[in-house]
């Protein structure tokens, strides 16, 4: 689709209203999760802009986190290039640890959010089989009298 076609002007609300998917009003909302034109939600779409209570603690305390490790962070620096040798273990530690509060922020809005990151990767019934032949084998052991070998369940799957 072309802006000619649409008789649009070639403005930037033209171009970024026909880029961005429409979104049901409930949806947009209630600030959680974004949706396509047919109501499905996406995580990672676009989704309004206010943000709840929790989600703006959790925004904060990224700020104080990154308030502190960036100050820390030159200070070292600045003592390393001085001649303090110690704080050169510094200079790596502090970036480490605003990239742990990074990791932790966004792992604490997804929760808050609601998007779940973890998948149920042992679908196919292969994997149910050799996780009961695993759990019999177990069993096995634990009734078995100590110091009396057990064979290892068949690992041919």
């Known amino acids: 689709m072309s802006l000619l076609a649409t008789g649009s002007t070639g403005?930037?609300?033209?171009i970024t209203r026909m880029l961005?998917?429409?979104?049901?009003e409930s949806v947009a909302m209630s600030g959680r999760l974004g949706a396509?034109?047919?109501g499905v939600q996406h995580a990672g779409t676009l989704r309004s802009m206010t943000?709840?209570?929790?989600?703006?603690?959790i925004?904060?305390?990224?700020?104080?986190?990154l308030a502190v490790?960036?100050?820390?962070?030159?200070i070292e620096l600045?003592?390393?290039?001085?001649?303090?040798?110690?704080?050169?273990?510094?200079?790596f530690e502090w970036p480490l640890l605003a990239g742990y509060a990074f990791y932790m922020w966004r792992?604490?809005?997804?929760?808050?959010?609601?998007?779940?990151?973890?998948?149920?990767?042992?679908?196919?019934?292969?994997?149910?089989?050799?996780?009961?032949a695993l759990n019999e084998y177990f069993d096995q052991v634990h009734r078995s009298p100590e110091g009396t070998p057990t064979p290892a369940p068949d690992q041919s799957n």
């Open 59 to 65: 925004h904060l305390g990224l700020i104080l986190a």
């Open 107 to 132: 792992q604490l809005l997804r929760q808050e959010r609601g998007v779940t990151t973890t998948s149920n990767k042992s679908d196919s019934p292969g994997d149910e089989a050799a996780l009961a």
């Open 20 to 24: 961005t998917p429409p979104l049901k």
């Open 51 to 57: 943000a709840t209570p929790g989600e703006w603690r």
């Open 11 to 14: 403005s930037i609300d033209d």
């Open 78 to 91: 600045a003592r390393a290039l001085g001649g303090n040798t110690l704080s050169w273990a510094y200079v």
């Open 69 to 74: 490790c960036i100050p820390a962070f030159v």
């Open 36 to 38: 396509d034109s047919n």
